[in-house]
C-alpha cells in the first residue's frame, strides 16, 4: 500500500510559477513510476507529466512541455511539479499517482495509488 499526499497548489497570476510536491509513504517508493495529473472543472482527468522509477526517464503532455518539470527524490520520498508560464488553462484539481508499470504512464489506468488532489488555481 502506497499513500501520497499532494501540497503545493494554490493561487498564481497567469505567468507564475507554483512547485507542486507529492509526499509517498513507505519502502518502496523506487519501485513505482510516478506521475500527475489533473483535472479542469467539468473536464476529464487528463495526463501531465510522469517520470521513471529512476528519473531517467521523463514524459509530458504537449500541452505542459518546456513549461513544466517533473522531478523525483528517491531519498525523501517525493515528487514534484515545477510549473512556470502559468496559464489560466492550466487551473485544474493535480493529482500524483503511483504505478508498477514502466510503460503507458500516459494513460490513468497505469497507476495503481492516487492522492487526495490540489487545487491549482490560475487568475488572468
Known amino acids: 500500500q502506497v499513500q501520497l499526499v499532494e501540497s503545493g497548489g494554490g493561487l498564481v497570476q497567469a505567468g507564475g510559477s507554483l512547485r507542486l510536491s507529492c509526499a509517498a509513504s513507505?519502502?518502496?517508493?523506487?519501485?513505482?513510476?510516478m506521475g500527475w495529473f489533473r483535472q479542469p472543472p467539468g473536464k476529464e482527468r487528463e495526463f501531465v507529466a510522469a517520470?521513471?522509477?529512476?528519473?531517467?526517464?521523463?514524459y509530458y503532455a504537449d500541452s505542459v512541455k518546456g513549461r513544466f518539470t517533473i522531478s523525483r527524490d528517491n531519498a525523501k520520498n517525493t515528487v514534484y511539479l515545477q510549473m512556470n508560464s502559468l496559464k489560466p488553462e492550466d487551473a485544474a484539481v493535480y493529482y500524483c499517482?503511483?504505478?508498477?508499470?514502466?510503460?503507458?504512464?500516459?494513460?490513468?489506468?497505469?497507476?495503481?495509488?492516487w492522492g487526495q488532489g490540489t487545487q491549482v488555481t490560475v487568475s488572468s
Open positions: 499517482a503511483a504505478s508498477r508499470l514502466i510503460a503507458s504512464l500516459m494513460a490513468p489506468g497505469a497507476y495503481d495509488y
Open positions: 517520470t521513471g522509477r529512476s528519473a531517467g526517464k521523463t
Open positions: 513507505g519502502r518502496t517508493f523506487t519501485s513505482y513510476a
